[in-house]
């Protein structure tokens, strides 16, 4: 696939990670190496700035304390920045998918029931029951939500023989079980 270098940040490469803040950082590392089976890699902080650094630099309220923040390597997609904050106007509240800032991480799996059958053998969360795209452009693709134990939500997706927009278009989404094309 060629992409056009006159368009978009120069030198984009894609994304190299993803950073969200959870309520406990211990609860979160447990989640993601021992039911998601990614991998810790380091820990940063506390951060305390007393003067402005932290409302000019990260967009939070002055007073914020980052109390720590982990990576964490997924397999063959972004690496994930896992902050834990304390914030005098704090929401604790987690957003809906309906919310402004409302997010979902998906992660792809080669064996959709397996890891279904897996999530439920961890005691996760399912949202439903699993979707089957039978037309239009995700045509090929089931996928089912779960929640973290903190109600984060993910999604689990998955479609091994393509999905229906590639009969339409040369163009590919990025695709984690082929991560060059």
Not at 18 to 32: I, K, N, Q
Not at 107 to 135: C, W
Not at 140 to 156: A, D, H, K, N, R
Request: glycine fraction near 8%; charge should be negative; include cysteine.
């Amino acid at each position: 696939m060629v992409h056009s270098p006159s368009s978009g940040l120069p030198g984009l490469r894609g994304t190299e990670h993803v950073g969200f803040t959870v309520p406990d950082l211990e609860e979160a590392t447990s989640f993601f190496t021992d039911v998601i089976g990614c991998e810790y890699v380091f820990e940063l902080g506390p951060f305390i700035s007393d003067d402005t650094w932290m409302n000019t630099h990260l967009n939070v309220s002055p007073g914020t304390v980052m109390q720590r923040l982990r990576f964490f390597r997924c397999k063959y997609g972004p690496n994930f920045e896992v902050f834990q904050y304390e914030s005098p106007d704090q929401n604790l509240v987690q957003p809906k998918n309906s919310d402004v800032g409302g997010h979902h991480l998906a992660f792809y799996v080669d064996d959709f029931d397996a890891a279904v059958k897996y999530l439920l053998s961890k005691n996760v969360r399912l949202l439903g029951e699993p979707t089957i795209r039978t037309s239009g452009p995700n045509a090929g693709q089931t996928w089912i939500y779960f929640l973290s134990p903190w109600g984060m939500q993910f999604e689990l997706v998955s479609f091994p023989k393509g999905k229906g927009y590639e009969a339409t278009t040369s163009t590919r989404l990025w695709h984690p079980a082929n991560p060059s094309a």
